[in-house]
């Protein structure tokens, strides 16, 4: 995690339209913006989806 300022809520299982993944609030995580477009995107791309926090500085 890089520790710049939270910009995003971000759900750390994709909801794909489920409301109650969507509103499940030990599927949030905050993440800066730099973060979640470019982590955050890579891991659904590959379907590894799991808290950014668990990933080393890049």
């Known amino acids: 995690?890089?520790?710049?300022?939270?910009?995003?809520?971000?759900?750390?299982?994709p909801h794909r339209g489920d409301q109650s993944l969507f509103w499940d609030v030990s599927n949030w995580q905050a993440l800066c913006k730099c973060c979640h477009d470019r982590e955050k995107q890579r891991q659904e791309r590959t379907n590894r989806s799991r808290p950014v926090s668990t990933l080393t500085n890049r």
Do not use: E, K, L, R
């Open 1 to 13: 995690m890089c520790h710049a300022p939270a910009q995003v809520v971000d759900h750390i299982q």
